[in-house]
Structures are given as C-alpha cells and as structure tokens.
C-alpha cells in the first residue's frame, strides 16, 4: 500500500484553495505516510492476535513468497496533494519494503518534497520484527534517518539533526514497544479477516525516529468500495490517530486532537492480503481523502 500519506496535520491547517505558507514535513508521510501519513499507517490488532488460519504471514510454506505492490493519491476535495507506492516482498522468516512519497498537485506547488523509506525485518512466530529502518529524503534537507532495533535498543541517527526531539520526547520503553512506519502498514495490510477481531480492532504503535504515535482502529462492517485499483465489497473500519511523545511543542490555542480515520480493506486478488484501497483522515472541517490507483498482490 502505505504507504505514504500526505501530511494531514499541515494540510488540513490550510484551505483547500489557500495555504500560501504551506510546509510538509516529510516525516508525517510515512503513517499512519503513517499517517496521509497522517492518515497515517493506520492500525490493526497486532499479527499475534490474528495469528489464526487466515494470516498469510502464518501460511507460507518453506520456498514460498509474496509480493505486494501499490501505488497511492492523495487528495482533499478535487485537488491533488501526493502520491507514492508501497512494495513489499516476504518469505516465510523474513520481510523487506520500500515506501516512496512525493508531492503533486497543489501541494508540490508550494513545497516540493520527496524521500524513500526502506525496511527489513524477520517474522517470528506470526509477528513482524524490523530489523533496520532506513528514510531518505530526496528534496529540501534531504535528512536521512536509520533506526536500528536490536532487542532492547533501538538505536538512532539524524542527519541533519532535528532542533529538537519533541515536547515530551519518545523514552526508550515507548520506542521499544513500536515498529517503524513501513512495518504498521504492512501489519494492516497482511491480514485479511473479514469479522470483527480480525481486519480491525486494537493498535498499531509507531515510532519514526522521533514521534510515537498510534493508530486505533474498530470494525465497523462491510461496504462497497469503487476506486481505480478495485471495486467490490471491502471491510469498513474506523480510526484514530493519536500523538503520543517526540512532537513539536504546540502553540497556545493548539491541541492534540486526534485525527478521525476511516479504512477500507480489500483482499485485492483473493491472494490473502488485506490492502486498504481507500482512506480518509478528517481533523476539524477538513478531509484528506488516500486511495489506490494501482494495486497488484502475487
């Protein structure tokens, strides 16, 4: 999927037709891109709670693979913010990925940013485990941050630094008990229960180098869906994205609401891979809507 979400927090600060100090930051892309991102990566029970019959990540054999492949928009209203993709390939023990993201439209307009973010990790007993987490902006600071997960450290580096590491910053315990932005979706989008307890329900917990933030999720039902990548029925879930340490200090006036979400999953292909085909993220009178123009599992 996933990945990328265009940055809901600066965006929907801003009118759909005018926003003339406009910035992204390129670290809200990756969410719920992280969150879209935020919309943000997203959430789903963990892959231990829905370690049953119908998690591919319990199904594959010795020798077998999958590869997922998305390509992703954004928008509010008829005007275009982003666009990128998320590629997955994983066997039975381990996994890697690779989220691109980009401004477009409007948005690229007023600020033109870029980056890559790339994740391997291991599968164990059902669960994701990262391993090495890797975000390359490609314009502006072009910042490059690597996480390292190494049983109880995760180690980081900024270059360039940040000013600050957020008001409060993210202690040890809350990043030892997150995965990295590219790991929460691939969470979301490898399972492919269809019932409550299952495509939704429970919490995703991110950490991106700096923020901590997480994403709730509840089952709602099944609806149709109708977006370039798929058309059908799709689990139907609601959301939350919710700040919890390593941002930026706010100003007077400014709270930390968290951003309603909505998600529709779709086993796109009948190959046990549940991708969310379309998102929304809405915080005050502003929706950002994300949703798939391309998505191949095989």
Avoid at 111 to 134: H, M, T, W, Y
Avoid at 201 to 218: E, L, S
Avoid at 219 to 232: D, H, L, Q, R
């Amino acid at each position: 999927m996933t990945l990328i979400w265009v940055p809901v927090q600066t965006v929907m600060a801003c009118s759909a037709v005018s926003c003339p100090m406009m910035k992204v930051d390129p670290m809200l892309k990756l969410p719920l891109l992280g969150s879209l991102t935020v919309l943000a990566v997203l959430a789903t029970p963990s892959l231990a709670q829905n370690a049953g019959s119908q998690s591919l990540l319990n199904n594959l054999g010795p020798g077998q693979t999958r590869t997922v492949d998305i390509s992703l928009r954004a928008r509010i209203g008829p005007l275009e913010l982003a666009r990128g993709s998320f590629k997955v390939s994983l066997d039975k023990d381990s996994y890697s990925a690779e989220a691109t993201y980009r401004t477009s439209g409007i948005a690229a307009s007023f600020n033109n940013d870029a980056g890559v973010a790339n994740v391997r990790g291991a599968i164990e007993n059902g669960q994701l485990k990262p391993r090495s987490f890797v975000n390359q902006e490609t314009n502006g600071k072009k910042r490059r941050i690597t996480m390292a997960f190494q049983g109880r450290s995760v180690d980081v580096t900024a270059a360039p630094m940040w000013g600050s590491m957020g008001s409060p910053p993210a202690t040890l315990a809350q990043k030892l008990e997150s995965v990295d932005p590219v790991t929460g979706l691939m969470e979301l989008s490898l399972v492919t229960g269809r019932d409550a307890g299952r495509a939704c329900g429970g919490a995703v917990k991110i950490f991106d180098g700096k923020r901590r933030y997480d994403i709730r999720t509840q089952y709602v039902g099944i609806e149709n869906v109708s977006t370039p990548a798929y058309k059908g029925p799709a689990t139907y879930c609601r959301g939350t994205y919710t700040e919890v340490a390593g941002f930026n200090q706010k100003k007077p006036g400014e709270t930390r609401e968290p951003i309603r979400l909505q998600i529709w999953l779709a086993d796109v292909g009948n190959m046990g891979v549940s991708v969310p085909v379309r998102m929304t993220g809405s915080k005050g009178i502003y929706t950002a809507v994300l949703y798939a123009d391309r998505a191949v599992v095989r």
